[in-house]
């Protein structure tokens, strides 16, 4: 029982210290056949924010991709097209889910 109610106490304290964090793959520029020109290797994201991966793609060619963390006032799935030109924002909330 004792072990039980230490195991609680020590979660509720790292969770009281700021919140879960997870672990988000992070380039700038990403294209089809070459990867991640401009890398930047991980990020943070705090409680309320996501793992994101926008890409954008033009008569079904996809051009880039970017990956990263959102902010807390961006907007998640997310499909904004202009002509021919479709730009999409995922997101997802567990460790390096936007690979």
Request: charged share 15%; aromatic share 10%.
């Amino acid at each position: 029982m004792r072990r039980i109610i230490s195991a609680v106490m020590i979660i509720l304290f790292c969770i009281s210290l700021g919140g879960i964090t997870i672990i988000c793959r992070y380039c700038n520029l990403s294209l089809p056949f070459h990867g991640c020109l401009l890398d930047a290797g991980t990020c943070r994201a705090n409680t309320g924010q996501y793992c994101k991966f926008e890409y954008q793609e033009q008569g079904g060619v996809k051009w880039f991709t970017v990956k990263g963390c959102t902010s807390a006032k961006e907007v998640c799935h997310v499909r904004r097209t202009i002509g021919n030109t479709v730009r999409v924002t995922k997101c997802c909330y567990h460790d390096m889910c936007n690979l």
